[in-house]
């Protein structure tokens, strides 16, 4: 297993065309892949590859997030879904 924290910087969040993004990115994996949310100790990890999970975590603007990923390509995986974030996924 391999993870890495970070914060959502565009100011949509992973809402509607990032989420799509996100998931379109992750489901080139083959490793499971998880997202969650670290600001609230209920949320429990979604399914990264699934637009309906992730839209459902609520991710706004600010929302610090884990990217985890248990797999055979588990590293690139997390790190390519964490560059998308850092990018805010084209937006300024």
């Known amino acids: 297993m391999y993870s890495k924290q970070t914060e959502l910087k565009n100011a949509s969040g992973l809402h509607a065309r990032p989420a799509s993004e996100f998931v379109?990115?992750?489901?080139?994996?083959?490793?499971k892949l998880t997202v969650q949310?670290?600001?609230d100790e209920a949320a429990l990890p979604a399914?990264?590859?699934s637009i309906i999970k992730i839209?459902?975590?609520g991710l706004s603007v600010g929302t610090p997030i884990e990217i985890a990923a248990d797999g055979p390509d588990e590293v690139e995986a997390v790190?390519?879904?964490y560059?998308?974030?850092e990018?805010?996924?084209g937006e300024d």
Do not use: C, G, P, T
């Not at 379109?24 to 490793?31: G, H, I, T, Y």
């Open 24 to 31: 379109a990115m992750a489901k080139q994996f083959e490793s």
């Open 37 to 39: 949310r670290l600001d």
């Open 79 to 81: 790190e390519k879904l």
């Open 47 to 49: 399914n990264a590859k």
């Open 87 to 89: 990018s805010k996924f």
């Open 55 to 57: 839209l459902a975590q």
């Open 83 to 85: 560059e998308l974030v």
